[in-house]
Nanobody, 126 residues
């Protein structure tokens, strides 16, 4: 089992950048595929980015080219670097984890992930 804690959210102007962090507890972080999701007010939670054990990455079309997901297994942390932020990126951002033995596979469905953080608010002003 793994516990996840997000940080790094805040208020930023359009065009700015933020880096979100998700710290995981547990000794087998390197066995977890990771994902980032977000939920805007009045909307369903949606996929943002995913990262496999082998480093394969996948992004939602809405963030492709602006966001980058990465991980540091030595620090048990996954990151989401967000550049060129837009007001429509405003949401609560959640990291998620799932244990896997398939090193090359990433996961993009909410139902794929049993472990979730509490979320961090990102607000982009115009």
């Amino acid at each position: 089992q793994v516990q996840l804690v997000e940080s790094g959210g805040g208020l930023v102007q359009a065009g700015g950048s933020l880096r979100l962090s998700c710290a995981a507890s547990g000794r087998t972080f390197s066995n977890y595929a990771m994902g980032w999701f977000r939920q805007a007010p009045g909307k369903e939670r949606e996929f943002v980015a995913a990262l496999s054990l082998a480093g394969n990455k996948y992004y939602a079309d809405s963030v492709k080219g602006r966001f980058t997901i990465s991980r540091d297994n030595a620090k048990n942390t996954v990151y989401l670097q967000m550049n060129s932020l837009k007001p429509e990126d405003t949401a609560v951002y959640y990291c998620a984890a799932r244990s896997t033995y398939n090193s090359g596979r990433y996961y993009i469905s909410l139902n794929d992930y049993p472990y979730w953080g509490q979320g961090t608010q990102v607000t982009v002003s115009s």
